[in-house]
């Protein structure tokens, strides 16, 4: 099967730093895959290259065969490959209801429909995803005003209003309540079956992207350390070395 | 809902009033027709300050370049007065358009303070533009044709005409607000990298967003030229110490980011400041400048904002 996005010895550096060394991986269509490594191995920055949001020094990025490392971050997401942030981020001087009917695919913002209200479809559709993910209640209150979790989810509802195609996913469990992580891991789930969206998640609990990822790539200063499935990944000396220290 | 038949009725009450000003007050229609005017200059300003987030200094821009334009009209074209002047006026909201579309494309990527530097110096640029330009009279500036009717009609049918102009753009703006328009102004300004993060085209509604503030701008400063009789460069055209500071204050004295803030702004500041300068006279400038520092200071969310906080389940306003 064609990966739906193949990333390619992509190199990013900072200055000196080399936040990201030759860094290769693949992703197939409907896949869950995951994205591991210690604070500052290049998770987010690879994130960063993937979405436009700087330019690579080097390498290919292929979104659905297009080459997309030459494009912008509105560019890319207008082709379906969305993410949401580490650091969430909503509009949070507007209502939750008004965060998620502006986030419809840009494709229903033209010139002409943009001056006018929301359709009924989309207010439906937007109280179907917020109750998804369990902010129904919630739905009038300025999204500013939601606990940092709560953020999350709403961000999470956000992305899959404007109906992506992929989805990357900085620690969506950063922040939740830990009772609530199995909901939430069980929601991913659906969303990858149901709305056949292809996730890669960057996330610092084991125990969830263990149970989460069909596979896993893990980085290491930068470079691509190890990658496999997650039992394989689990008993990997490089790995355990990379995150508790060598011995 | 006491809150719908309570608003309409106010409404009314205000469109009557304002109609009826002219015959009740006609010794006040020149300071009511200069009221109308700084409702659309803190309306227009809100647009982009308010609603999309971006402090503009710049925008008496479009005021300038639309009171030359129909000017220039009225002086070139060879039409009658009313003809000439109607034309002129919509002439002037066309340059003024352009001009918003021209540079929203170079200065709505400035983001921040910076944007907000960048816009001051367009005013100031513009005005030394105009006062060096002998076809628009230079320093001298310029003089609109004579109103042709008879004495004191010319202050009634100014009064209209700004009436008029802040009837059409009230309205305008809250139907642009009420659509998904508005929400596309208010995501810029809670978080454009999210905006654009979704994919949203920033650049093309920021842009949208320039251009109808620019639009009405210019129709104001063909009617204010005409109104004043007289246009200098500096002075009146690209005043930016005086209506170009007056815009962004009266929006935020009123409560920014709401429709009826800067309505309400535009009436406490034009009112103070006139009495300001009947009864403080020689101390007016300082008693303004004073003003300023209190509504900054004492009003940072404005007097809307601040009703809000104090009250908010009585949310006055209808808009947003």
Not at chain 2, 178 to 200: C, T, W
């Amino acid at each position: 099967m064609t990966p739906i996005l193949e990333v390619q010895r992509v190199r990013k550096a900072f200055g000196g730093l080399v936040a990201n060394k030759d860094v290769s991986l693949r992703v197939p269509a409907g896949g869950i895959f995951g994205l591991i490594g210690p604070n500052g191995s290049g998770k987010t920055t690879l994130f960063n290259s993937i979405v436009g949001h700087h330019p690579i020094d080097a390498g290919s990025i292929r979104f659905q065969g297009r080459e997309i490392s030459r494009l912008r971050v509105p560019e890319i997401a207008r082709l379906g490959l969305l993410r949401t942030f580490q650091q969430t981020r909503i509009y949070g001087g507007m209502t939750c209801l008004q965060n998620m009917v502006i986030s419809v695919s840009p494709a229903e913002l033209g010139w002409r429909s943009m001056f006018r209200r929301s359709p009924p479809g989309d207010l439906r559709k937007a109280e179907d995803l917020l109750e998804f993910v369990g902010l129904h209640a919630k739905r009038h209150l300025r999204a500013g005003d939601l606990s940092f979790g709560q953020q999350k989810l709403l961000e999470f509802a956000m992305a899959l209003m404007s109906g992506p195609r992929m989805l990357l996913l900085d620690e969506p469990t950063a922040g939740i309540n830990p009772t609530l992580i199995n909901g939430l891991l069980e929601r991913l789930r659906r969303v990858n079956r149901q709305f056949g969206i292809t996730l890669l998640v960057i996330e610092h609990n084991m125990r969830v992207i263990m149970d989460l990822a069909e596979y896993i790539y893990c980085l290491a200063h930068g470079e691509l350390l190890a990658e496999g499935k997650p039992e394989q990944i689990q008993k990997d000396p490089r790995v355990l070395d990379a995150y508790l220290g060598a011995r | 809902m006491r809150g719908a038949a309570g608003r309409r009725l106010l409404l009314g009450g205000i469109v009557a009033l304002a109609l009826l000003a002219p015959v009740l007050v006609p010794a006040y229609r020149n300071q009511l027709s200069l009221l109308w005017v700084m409702i659309v200059f803190a309306l227009t300003w809100d647009l982009l300050g308010g609603q999309m987030g971006y402090n503009s200094f710049g925008n008496v821009l479009f005021f300038g370049v639309g009171m030359y334009a129909c000017a220039l009209v009225q002086r070139d074209a060879g039409l009658g007065y009313q003809a000439g002047l109607f034309l002129g006026i919509g002439a002037g909201a066309l340059a003024a358009v352009a001009a918003a579309a021209l540079l929203g494309s170079g200065m709505l990527g400035l983001r921040g303070h910076y944007f907000a530097i960048g816009t001051l110096g367009l005013g100031i640029a513009a005005g030394e533009l105009a006062g060096g330009w002998d076809f628009v009279g230079a320093g001298g500036g310029m003089v609109p044709p004579l109103f042709p009717g008879e004495l004191g009609g010319r202050e009634t049918f100014f009064y209209y005409l700004c009436f008029a102009l802040a009837a059409t753009t009230f309205p305008f703006l809250r139907w642009l607000y009420a659509g998904r328009f508005g929400l596309l102004l208010n995501a810029i300004r809670d978080d454009e990298d999210k905006a654009e993060a979704m994919g949203l085209r920033t650049t093309r509604y920021k842009t949208a967003a320039w251009c109808i503030s620019a639009f009405f701008l210019g129709l104001s400063g063909g009617v204010v030229g005409n109104l004043l009789g007289f246009i200098d460069p500096r002075e009146v055209a690209f005043a930016g110490s005086t209506f170009g500071v007056w815009m962004v204050l009266m929006a935020i004295l009123g409560g920014k980011g709401t429709l009826w803030g800067p309505v309400l702004g535009a009436v406490v500041f034009h009112v103070t400041k006139e009495l300001f300068w009947t009864y403080l006279l020689g101390w007016q400038r300082v008693a303004l400048g004073l003003l300023i520092v209190v509504i900054v200071v004492f009003f940072p969310v404005g007097i809307l904002g601040w009703v809000r906080e104090r009250w908010p389940e009585r949310a006055p306003g209808g808009g947003r």
